[in-house]
């Protein structure tokens, strides 16, 4: 399976963009898909998760209220809505697909547990 990501780009703050992780195939063994993010001169972070079991949903306490996650199961799709964006929010972002290890919604949140990754996609928040 491979995952692509789209929908980055410049961005004023305040403003919005829609992050697209696309997957080439999917399985009854896809646990989970996560976003993570990495900005220059720190590692790569958790910022949102969804089961793709049940649809729980994992958000880093930065992004909450801000970020939303969802997924059109028949695209092979799943989007990070942003929104009221920040300069510190600049990083590139990555989807990553969790294949069969059950994990709590807290731990959506860790790169750990994820087995494919994009190649990621450049947010850049600023004025």
């Known amino acids: 399976v491979q995952l692509v990501e789209s929908g980055g780009g410049l961005v004023q703050p305040g403003g919005s963009l829609r992050l697209s992780c696309a997957a080439s195939?999917?399985?009854?063994?896809?646990?989970?898909i996560g976003w993570f993010r990495r900005a220059p001169s720190s590692g790569r972070e958790g910022v949102s998760a969804?089961?793709?079991?049940?649809?729980?949903?994992f958000y880093a306490d930065s992004v909450k209220g801000r970020f939303t996650i969802s997924r059109d199961a028949a695209k092979n799709t799943v989007y990070l809505q942003m929104t009221n964006l920040k300069p510190e929010d600049t990083a590139v972002y990555y989807c990553?697909?969790?294949?069969?290890?059950?994990?709590?919604?807290?731990?959506?949140?860790?790169?750990?547990?994820?087995?494919?990754w994009g190649q990621g996609t450049q947010v850049t928040v600023s004025s």
């Open positions: 990553a697909l969790n294949i069969g290890t059950p994990i709590s919604v807290k731990a959506m949140g860790v790169q750990l547990w994820y087995d494919v």
């Open positions: 969804i089961n793709l079991k049940d649809g729980s949903t």
């Open positions: 195939e999917s399985s009854d063994k896809d646990y989970s």
